[in-house]
C-alpha cells in the first residue's frame, strides 16, 4: 500500500470488488461457504463459489447468484483460480468422521499455491480461512506448504484466519452483526483481510498474530464444553435433586450463564473443540478438563440407555443433534442407537428431517417402518432433538394415545414438559430428580411411591 494511504488503499481495493473488475472466491458452498457468498453479493462484491459436490453447486447456484450476474458457482476450479479473484474465502470441512481432518484444506491450499505459482493467480493473493482450524495447523502446515510452493508467505500469499463463530440458525445477520476475530500470517495479510472481512462484518478484533486467532474458536468451544458438561455431571452426582432447577437458579447471577442437563453435547462445533485442543497441543496431560469433559460426554449417552435398556423397546426421536437442523456430527443419537445395538435392545430411530435410509446411513440403526406402532409398543421414548414437528397437535397425540403398559419418556430439552400424559407414562426431562433409574432413580421412584 506504498503511496496510498491506508484509508485510500482501502477504498481502492473496495471499490475494485464492487465494480466488479476483481472477484473473491468462495471454497466449500455449504452452511458456512453458502453464507459468505451470500453476504459478498449483498455487499455488491461478485463471487465465485467452488464446491467439489455439484449437488452443493447446482443446488445453490441460483438462490446465490440471484440477480448478481457477475456471481457464479462452480465444480471446476479454473474458474475460481482465475486472475480477477484476489480473495478466497475458505469453508471446507475441517472434520471428518467426527474427529479434525486437514485433508480438504490441504486441497484447497494446494489448487491456489499451484496456480499462484505459475501465474495463473496474482502474486498478493489473499486467503481468509473460515473453517475452525486445530492449533498448529497453519504453522505446521499452511506455511510449510506456501515455501514448499517456492512461494513467499505474506508476500506472494497472503493468509488470515477468521473463524466463524456463528451458527448457522442465525442467518445473515450473524455474520453481519457478531464480532468476529481475525489474525494475518503477517502485517500485509491482517491489513488486508481487515479490508475484505468489513465488508461483512460490522465488528473486528485483530489477535496478536494467527497463532491467537487459530485458538480462540477452539477455547471459547472448549470453555463451553466444560462447562454443559459440568452440568451433567451435577445431575450425576446429585441424582435426587432437580438439578434443572438449580441451575435455571444459578444462571440468574450476573456473572452466570445458565446450562442444563443433557444428554450430552452434539455438531461439529462444542464437541470438538476439545480434541482440537488435544490434538493440537504438546501438552495434552495439562487439559485434564477438556479430556475429562470428553469423557463424561461420552458415558452420559451410554448411561442414558443403560438405565432404559431393560425395559422393553426404545425410541429415539430426532437423529439430528439438535432441533430443525439437519445436522446429526456427533449427534448423541449416534452413540445411544450403537449401545442399543451392543446391548441387543430392540429400538428405532425416527426424524423428520432425515429419510429411513440416510437414517441407517448416519447412526447405524433402522427408521421404524410403522411409526404409531413403534410409538406404542416402545417402553422408552428418548427425545433427543427439539424439532417443532414434535409439538405438532398429530404428533403429540400419538404419543399421548391411552396405553395399557408403562412409557418412560426421556426429554433431552424438556420440550414436551408441557405435555398432559396419560396414565403410565413417566415423563422426565434430562436433570430432573429421577431421570436416570440407574443413578438413583429408581430410590427417587420408590420413595415417590411409599
Ligand atoms: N455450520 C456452522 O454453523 C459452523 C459454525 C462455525 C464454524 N463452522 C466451520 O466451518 C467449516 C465449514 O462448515 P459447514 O457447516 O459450512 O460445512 P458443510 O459440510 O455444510 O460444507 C462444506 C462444503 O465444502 C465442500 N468441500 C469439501 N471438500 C472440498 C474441497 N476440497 N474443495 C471445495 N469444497 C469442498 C463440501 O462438498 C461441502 O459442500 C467447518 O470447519 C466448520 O467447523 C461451521
Known sequence: MNQLSESQAERKI?????????????????????????????ANVSVVGFDIDPVRVSGGASILTGEHHMSEATDDDRLILRGDVIVHFVAVPTERRDQPSDEAIT?????????????????????????????????????????????????????????RRDWLT????????????????????????????????????????????????????????????????LTLAFPHVDMVDVLRLAGTKWNMSEYHPSFGTGGYCVPLAGRYLLQGTEHPEELTLVSQALTTDDGIRKRVIESVADAGPVLILGLAYKGNVKVA????????????????????????????????????SNAPTDLVEAI????????????????????????????????????NYGMLAGVVWPEHVRYRRAGEPGWLLSVGGAAVLIEAAR
Request: with cysteine; charged share 20%.
Open 107 to 163: 486441497d484447497v491450499f494446494r489448487r491456489i499455491l499451484n496456480a499462484v505459482a505459475d501465474g495463473r493467480q496474482p502474486r498478493g493473493v489473499l486467503v481468509v480461512v473460515e473453517s475452525t482450524l486445530a492449533p498448529g495447523t497453519t504453522d505446521g502446515l499452511l506455511l510449510p506448504m506456501i515455501t514448499e510452493a517456492g512461494l513467499v508467505p505474506d508476500e506472494d500469499v497472503l493468509v488470515a484466519l477468521a473463524p
Open 329 to 364: 456430527t456427533l449427534s448423541p443419537t449416534i452413540a445411544m442407537a450403537r449401545r442399543l445395538r451392543e446391548l441387543a435392545v430392540e429400538h428405532a430411530v425416527y426424524d423428520p428431517l432425515y429419510t429411513p435410509e440416510e437414517i441407517l446411513a448416519v447412526c447405524g
Open 14 to 42: 473496495q471499490d475494485l470488488m464492487t465494480s466488479g473488475r476483481r472477484r473473491a472466491g468462495v471454497w466449500g458452498l455449504g452452511y458456512i461457504g453458502h453464507s459468505t457468498f451470500a453476504a459478498l453479493v449483498e
Open 170 to 233: 442465525f442467518g445473515r445477520d450473524g455474520l453481519r452483526t457478531l464480532d468476529r476475530v481475525f489474525g494475518g500470517i503477517g502485517p500485509r495479510s491482517s491489513a488486508l483481510a481487515r479490508v475484505f472481512l468489513s465488508l461483512m462484518t460490522d465488528t473486528l478484533h485483530e489477535a496478536r498474530t494467527h497463532v491467537e486467532a487459530e485458538l480462540v474458536k477452539c477455547v471459547e468451544n472448549a470453555y463451553r464444553h466444560v462447562e454443559v458438561t459440568l452440568a451433567n455431571q
Open 376 to 411: 406404542s409398543s416402545a417402553a422408552t421414548i428418548v427425545v433427543v432433538a427439539d424439532h417443532d414437528a414434535f409439538l405438532a397437535a398429530d404428533f403429540v397425540a400419538m404419543l399421548t394415545v391411552e396405553r395399557s403398559h408403562a412409557l418412560t419418556v426421556l426429554d
